[in-house]
């Protein structure tokens, strides 16, 4: 009776903590909180718990420049992997990551790791590629920001190839030293860029996320570790046919602000039903009337039996932006309940990436819950004048 008596009280810890394994076919929500990794460690560790207490399994950051106080939230500023120089890495963003890793994992959550932003290319933020590929800065982004032979460009395509294998060869000492690569029990997936393309007119190479794919499956050594397309600005460069076609893509992502997902979704999922891939809406927010607008559209989404990841959760809350936080309770309130109600959900796929392996055993769940409190623990004022920068900037 005694072991009986012990199994069931780890369990009901477990069940507590909504870290308990799900079937493979259950659903799930997760949360974009893009600059996370650089908060400092007790206001990151806060965020943590309120997603996990708010039922989210996946976070997704971006490996990118961010500027001191993000959003007001108060973080460090952090240098690209590639600030010097295309090909010249500083590991400092990927050391914060290994970190967060630990973080996200003892909580029964994975990382959804963005590569690289194409709105750092010249487009809000400026990386090294802007100068290599005389990419045309734009002050009122993406007015003038004219990025189309970048990615008809070899070269510029190889250099982010490399990009890509510099990151997933980086060894994490918080995991026996093992490269990213082969830690599917902390990451979900890879983004190969956020947006590609996005707000440039017509795509210049809709092969282009298939291309970086293709190479980045060669250094992959995980095949519990997806790769995922990272998205479009709205449904229609979200869902190229390209992306559905290419046999190193496991996740279509789509990202949508204005779209019904009632009316826009359903074709999607039956796309990528055919050609065997699976599908998640990966960013989806409201700048305002926050509660009824989040909670219709993360309904919406559950009802079509599809993951999400809604964008963002950032401490603090702002009634006016998409950031989100529990200061805004009748909203972050949604977002709690409507995520436990996606792990109910039968998806219309299976994910076992996120309800096998990431989730913590009850031993590991009773050790974290005794872990102490006190456990490790440049500004810039823009215009604001549309959704897209309100989100970016």
Not at 29 to 41: D, E, I
Not at 180 to 197: H, R, V
Not at 206 to 226: H, K, M, P, Q, Y
Not at 309 to 321: G, L, R
């Amino acid at each position: 009776m005694k072991g009986l008596f012990s199994l069931v009280s780890l369990l009901s810890l477990a069940a507590v903590n909504g870290v308990v394994a799900q079937s493979p076919s259950n659903s799930w929500a997760g949360a974009n909180s893009f600059f996370l990794h650089t908060l400092q460690p007790d206001a990151r560790n806060d965020v943590l718990d309120k997603m996990q207490a708010a039922n989210l399994k996946v976070v997704r950051i971006f490996i990118n420049e961010m500027f001191a106080n993000e959003k007001n939230s108060g973080n460090r500023a952090v240098n690209d992997l590639e600030t010097r120089a295309v090909g010249q890495y500083d590991d400092a963003v990927l050391n914060l990551i290994d970190e967060l890793m630990v973080e996200t994992h003892r909580r029964g959550m994975k990382l959804n790791i963005v590569l690289h932003d194409r709105y750092s290319l010249g487009c809000f933020k400026t990386d090294a590629y802007v100068a290599k590929y005389n990419i045309p800065r734009a002050s009122q982004c993406p007015q003038g920001n004219d990025i189309r032979s970048f990615y008809t460009n070899g070269d510029a395509g190889a250099d982010l190839d490399r990009r890509f294998a510099h990151i997933l060869a980086h060894k994490n000492p918080n995991f026996d030293s093992r490269p990213w690569a082969e830690l599917s029990e902390a990451i979900w997936g890879f983004d190969i860029q956020n947006e590609s393309q996005a707000h440039s007119g017509e795509a210049s190479n809709r092969n282009w996320v298939c291309e970086r794919a293709t190479v980045l499956r060669g250094s992959l050594t995980s095949r519990d570790i997806l790769i995922v397309t990272g998205g479009g600005a709205e449904f229609s460069d979200s869902t190229f046919d390209e992306h559905f076609r290419c046999p190193a893509i496991d996740v279509v992502a789509v990202h949508s602000y204005f779209s019904d997902f009632r009316q826009n979704l359903p074709g999607v999922i039956q796309k990528a039903s055919d050609a065997g891939k699976r599908v998640i809406v990966q960013e989806f927010g409201a700048a305002s009337n926050k509660a009824a607008s989040l909670n219709q559209q993360m309904t919406d989404i559950n009802n079509l039996k599809v993951p999400w990841i809604m964008w963002q959760i950032v401490n603090p809350n702002n009634p006016s932006d998409f950031e989100t936080f529990t200061q805004d309770g009748q909203a972050f309130g949604a977002i709690t309940d409507r995520a436990r109600d996606a792990l109910g959900v039968q998806g219309v796929s299976q994910w076992p990436e996120v309800h096998g392996g990431g989730s913590l055993r009850a031993a590991e769940i009773a050790d974290a819950s005794t872990e102490p409190e006190d456990a490790p623990k440049r500004n810039r004022n823009r215009f604001r004048p549309n959704r897209l920068q309100r989100r970016l900037i």
